[in-house]
């Protein structure tokens, strides 16, 4: 299994970014794929989740402002960020439950 995360960067407090998670190594639409964050200090914590058919979940911290969605065409899953918070600040990790995990994408959004 490999889950390659890309789409990380700099952007001010109110901005867009948009993650990107590219699967491999198993049979991706049959599977609910998940992204999590780490902050310096934290627990890493559940950020959205999307199953084979496409239900999403979110934590509350950022819900009507992150969109999640899969592309099995392209084995991609990805996350919409929009109106960026300082709060989101983290490292953002793409996960295939339980406990395969990509590298991590760094999200920084300063005030």
């Known amino acids: 299994v490999q889950l390659q995360a890309f789409g990380g960067g700099l952007v001010q407090a109110g901005g867009s970014l948009r993650l990107s998670c590219a699967a491999s190594?198993?049979?991706?639409?049959?599977?609910?794929m998940a992204w999590y964050r780490q902050a310096p200090g934290n627990q890493r914590e559940l950020v959205a989740g999307i199953t084979s058919g496409g239900t999403t979940n979110y934590v509350d911290s950022v819900k009507g402002r992150f969109t999640i969605s899969r592309d099995n065409a392209k084995n991609t899953v990805n996350l919409q960020m929009n109106s960026l918070k300082p709060e989101d600040t983290a490292i953002y990790y793409c996960n295939r439950p339980p406990n395969d995990w990509g590298q991590g994408t760094l999200v920084t959004s300063p005030a």
């Open positions: 190594g198993f049979i991706f639409r049959f599977n609910r």
